[in-house]
């Protein structure tokens, strides 16, 4: 297994064991999960924010990057929470990843149908 299959596994499991303990199947609809997973996903960027002195009008503390980088894996629990809970497996996540990554290098070169993002170098 490699590592991307593995961290669905265990956020899958995760998420199972969350909900059967907390008595949640069948309270949402699949787009109210992907709703509450997004606001919690969006509230763990705002806690990475924070520990990185986002707020330039506050004095600046030194940053921990042992919380940097936790901050970043629960953003990670939540994004595979919102790709299991929308069925997207992680060969379909890295496919469609590549895919992505194509276009975006294609219209940053100026070779997408979609305008407006070739660079302009003078």
Not at 28 to 38: A, G, L, N, P
Not at 49 to 66: A, D, I, S
Not at 72 to 85: A, G, R, W
Request: aromatic share 10%; charged share 35%.
């Amino acid at each position: 297994m490699d590592k991307l299959d593995e961290i669905f596994s265990m956020q899958s499991l995760l998420d199972g064991y969350i909900s059967r303990e907390r008595e949640l199947d069948g309270k949402f609809t699949q787009s109210e999960w992907i709703q509450k997973k997004s606001l919690a996903l969006i509230d763990e960027v705002t806690e990475l924010l924070n520990e990185v002195n986002y707020k330039w009008w506050k004095n600046p503390k030194p940053v921990n990057e042992r919380a940097v980088k936790e901050e970043i894996v629960d953003i990670l629990h939540f994004f595979v929470s919102i790709c299991l809970t929308a069925g997207m497996t992680a060969d379909e996540l890295y496919e469609i990843y590549c895919d992505k990554n194509r276009e975006n290098i294609a219209r940053q070169q100026g070779k997408s149908q979609k305008p407006g993002y070739e660079l302009n170098k003078k």
